[in-house]
């Protein structure tokens, strides 16, 4: 054979070779698959509430006075019964001592009337008396009575203005920002002086939908009462709040323009340590701060659960993709429970405990076509915990 007819042989084997694989179907994409489990699971709702003091005391004064000191800092925490505000006490005390004095002077004439009707009295036993002076000494006597017990009042009324002087604290809380300074006249028309609101613990106020009100008034009837659901707070920098409420509240009414009914849960507001001697105590919740407010299933429940990212989403809706036992991939809609979290997507419609779905791979995937699956090898346990 000659060099030529080799050549020519080599090029129609390689020629046959090329044509043979051309007309070789291209191999399944290879995806990662898990299966559609029960997994125990919290129950959460979210809904947007807002944190609300338990107690807000406006503080204003009772009687008209200068201003003398202010005893507070603005911002701080104050306690039960701590100086607020010193209003001039001297015209008070001087009215306290004339009230007194008008006491001590009734009650010398009280005596004197007490002597006259006594001596009235022994008279009559005797021809020299007459029963209208032991009437007039009695009259006397009752009216005296009578004068010493409204000076009394009066000094009482007196000893409480003089105690108005010192406005104080009927609660513990957080003061705010003063409208009055030292120098200045109030009086009861003078409006607040400041605001203390309770820090510990808060409420927390949210409406809901009349439907998950209804689902809401369910689990509180058939579980344990308020103790069947906890709340959470999510913080508006996205951090979730330690501490956990609980419900104490549902509103008797519906809210007929927005259709949602108010609930309302108390949840603990404890005080941090300040980390520097000139710093204030801090607490994480405010008053009127507005939050995320997860209502949560107090015991969980098994639901069935697959990986988040096998998740898709379209203009119909949730949908996965299911392996069948041919490895063929087929589209399925399923619909999700609210309790979907980060890691797992919660499915109360569309899939049955034990399926397949594709949760790697599902960019080469197309409905109806076979592919390779091969088990997911998580990078971590997920618990169903957000």
């Given amino acids: ?20 694989n051309a007309q070789q179907p291209p191999l399944p994409p290879a995806v990662s698959v898990a299966k559609a489990t029960l997994k125990p699971i919290t129950q959460s709702s979210e809904f947007l509430g807002r944190i609300q003091a338990i107690s807000r005391v406006a503080i204003q004064p009772r009687v008209t006075a200068f201003l003398t000191k202010r005893a507070f800092t603005e911002g701080a925490e104050v306690k039960k019964d701590d100086l607020l505000y010193l209003l001039e006490q001297d015209p008070f005390q001087a009215d306290l001592q004339a009230k007194q004095a008008s006491i001590d002077q009734f009650q010398a004439q009280l005596k004197n009337a007490d002597l006259k009707l006594n001596r009235a009295q022994q008279l009559l036993k005797t021809d020299a008396g007459t029963v209208a002076s032991v009437d007039n000494a009695q009259a006397t006597q009752q009216s005296t009575q009578a004068q010493v017990l ?39 028309s003078s409006g607040t002086l400041t605001t203390v609101v309770s820090q510990d613990p808060m409420y927390v106020l949210f409406p809901v939908p009349v439907r998950t009100a209804l689902e809401v008034r369910d689990k509180l009837d058939n579980g344990d009462g308020f103790d069947a659901l906890k709340v959470r707070i999510r913080l508006p920098n996205g951090q979730i709040y330690q501490q956990t409420g609980k419900l104490d509240f549902v509103n008797n009414s519906v809210t007929g323009n927005s259709d949602t009914l108010q609930l309302r849960a108390v949840i603990p507001n404890p005080a941090s340590a300040p980390k520097r001697p000139d710093q204030s105590t801090q607490r994480v919740l405010l008053d009127a701060e507005l939050v995320t407010v997860l209502l949560e299933g107090a015991e969980p429940v098994s639901r069935l659960t697959i990986p988040r990212s096998a998740l898709l989403t379209d203009q119909s809706g949730d949908y996965v993709f299911v392996i069948d036992k041919d490895n063929t991939a087929s589209r399925r809609g399923i619909k999700l429970d609210p309790s979907t979290t980060p890691a797992l997507a919660v499915v109360i419609d569309g899939l049955k405990e034990g399926e397949q779905v594709i949760v790697e791979g599902l960019q080469r995937v197309r409905n109806g076509a076979a592919v390779s699956p091969a088990p997911m090898t998580p990078n971590a346990p997920s618990d169903g915990k957000k």
Avoid: F, H
């Fill in 1 to 20: 054979m000659t060099k030529l007819s080799t050549y020519v042989s080599v090029i129609i084997l390689a020629a046959v070779a090329t044509t043979a």
């Fill in 150 to 188: 409204a000076a009394e009042a009066q000094l009482r009324q007196s000893k409480i203005n003089l105690a108005y002087t010192e406005i104080r604290s009927p609660i513990d809380g957080k003061i705010g920002r003063t409208s009055v300074t030292e120098g200045n006249v109030v009086s009861p």
